[in-house]
């Protein structure tokens, strides 16, 4: 634990965000930790924070159940900062009004700045922010200053600053909106009065040591799906453990073209002991007549925990009587893969990753995952602090169900096949544009239960629309879609439709996230 440097504690309201707002309050070089709404006021203020930060959640704050703020927690003098349910949640509790005005706002929206104050200070007086809410603060809490508004929302900022009280309505720790950490910043350092002296702690030697104390003499298998999480995630466990970790890349039928002959050239030069398994037609069998996307992750994830059991007694089956069983299973878990699969305080489930909430009741494992709380371009640094390739360090994200969450409705051989060859096209044309850097991820869609009539050769056809879904993001928490030239719009449906007989319909999906997610199952 830090203890020669001021604490910021964010409390979890069961935000998508909670994460990245501690986060950002790092990127201030002020240090932060994150506690559950649950915690009493006694033990957060035992903690002796220099200030706290109430997050966002997905409740309203007036619903039966919904988490309140205990008004002690006001009334201790430490400066407190309120984010979208936590700014409403603060209003409430301190005397303000909260409503469901009918009006919501998602996504990208201007903000009006009426009276900067000191947590607005040099902001221009409209920029554009980014919120999340289905109700409003209609009226502030005595003695506090409105400091913006929104065309439906009255009071989206306020502050008390002789209380060291402050909050917005809007989620100044997303990429997307403008001037997001300055705000944070004027109130950490200059209402809260924290000090700027906290860099992060060296990830790497500080995983390193807890793997080695967690496997003892033990012995590892890492599940290497190719991408980089896993591939910074075996690299950082080989580091601490050395040959007794054996990489397990599992080909479940469901990768795009060529990868797993690219995978295999690539890890194989990288590190030491890698174990290549075709369990295709295992996969693809249980996954035959099934539609449902929480089902397909649930079978995937069980499928892969079913196949790396297989590959323990496979790769140390020559373990002598006495040594130490091997139990252990490495996974390139990021922290959003938790959030999504419902794993913070009161967070919604928005989809179970196969590698959480897919994982099966009966895991024999003890997993090890030492990314579990960052963020993909957190993990990209460390990936290259640890000498990775650039090729794998940045690969664009691929999910660790495939093709097989890019496929609506059923996954077959031949719907794969389809998909495969369109995002072939879509990321050859994407790399001779030198675009791979700026797109953040490009799924490939197949809407594979769904036919449009269209016209080839004279002739009517009817075949299967193929969706594109490029985005920007930093951190998957949030994404916005990416405006690709037309020209090169054009290029991929021309070649697309030309050369997959079966598509006849190129369509590119424009929704941010939220209200999206990044992936369509």
């Known amino acids: 634990m830090v203890t020669d440097h001021d604490l910021v504690l964010v409390v979890d309201y069961g935000a998508q ?14 240090y932060s930790e994150i506690v559950p709404h649950t915690t009493p006021v006694a033990d957060i203020l035992a903690r002796k924070p220099k200030a706290i930060i109430l997050s966002g959640g997905p409740q309203s704050v007036y619903a039966p159940g919904a988490p309140q703020v205990d008004p002690a927690l006001f009334e201790a003098g430490v400066p407190a900062f309120g984010i979208c ?7 409430r509790s301190l005397g303000g009004e909260v409503a469901h005005t009918g009006a919501r706002e998602y996504g990208r929206t201007r ?25 409003s603060v209609t009226a502030a809490p005595e003695g506090f200053d409105v400091l913006a508004a929104t065309a439906t929302t009255p009071v989206a900022a306020f502050e008390n600053v002789a209380r060291g009280q402050a909050g917005v309505q809007w989620h100044p720790e997303v990429l997307h909106t403008e001037h997001g950490q300055k705000v944070l910043e004027h109130f950490l350092l200059e209402i809260a009065g924290c ?3 906290w860099t992060m702690l060296n990830i790497i030697d500080e995983q390193v040591e807890l793997i080695r104390r967690q496997v003892g003499d033990g012995r590892a298998l890492c599940a290497l799906s190719g991408g980089v999480d896993s591939a910074v995630a075996a690299a950082i466990v080989e580091r601490a453990i050395g040959d007794r970790l054996t990489c397990v890349y599992v080909d479940h039928g469901m990768m795009r073209l060529g990868e797993t002959e690219q995978v295999k050239r690539d890890f194989e030069a990288v590190f030491s002991d890698l174990d290549v398994v075709d369990a295709s037609d295992q996969f693809l069998d249980a996954l035959s007549g099934v539609a449902d996307p929480e089902q397909k992750r649930k079978i995937i994830g069980r499928e892969f925990i079913r196949t790396f059991e297989a590959a323990e007694v496979r790769v140390f089956g020559d373990l002598s009587e006495g040594q130490a069983a091997v139990a252990y299973l490495v996974q390139g878990t990021l922290y959003p893969d938790v959030v999504e699969s419902g794993g913070g305080a009161g967070a919604s489930n928005i989809k179970s990753h196969h590698n959480v909430g897919g994982l099966p009741d009966d895991l024999r494992f003890e997993l090890i995952e030492p990314l579990r709380t960052l963020f993909k371009d957190e993990v990209r640094a460390v990936g290259e602090q640890l000498g990775l390739p650039p090729t794998m360090v940045w690969r664009q994200p691929f999910p660790g169900p ?24 879509a990321r050859e044309e994407l790399t001779a544009a030198g675009l791979d850097r700026d797109i953040w991820q490009f799924p490939v869609v197949l809407l594979a239960d769904v036919r449009s009539v269209g016209v080839q050769g004279d002739q009517r056809t009817y075949g299967h629309p193929i969706v594109l879904r490029p985005v920007t993001s930093e951190d998957a928490m949030t994404a916005d879609w990416a405006r690709l030239p037309w ?28 209200p999206g997610t990044i992936e369509w199952e």
Do not use: C
Not at 111 to 135: K, R
């Open 17 to 30: 965000y909670a994460q990245l707002i501690a986060r950002r309050v790092r990127e201030a070089r002020v």
């Open 85 to 91: 349910y936590g700014f409403q949640a603060m209003a």
């Open 111 to 135: 903000v009006d700045v009426t009276a900067p104050g000191t947590l607005l200070a040099d902001l221009p007086a409209e920029h554009t922010v980014w919120m999340s809410h289905g109700d």
């Open 195 to 197: 000090q700027p002296t």
């Open 402 to 425: 495939g093709l097989g969450i890019r496929i609506i409705g059923e996954i077959t051989r031949e719907r794969l096949d389809i998909l495969r060859r369109a995002d072939a096209i």
């Open 487 to 514: 020209d090169l719009v054009e290029r991929v449906s021309t070649r697309i439709t030309n050369e997959v007989l079966e598509v006849n319909r190129v369509v590119i999906d424009v929704t941010s996230k939220p």
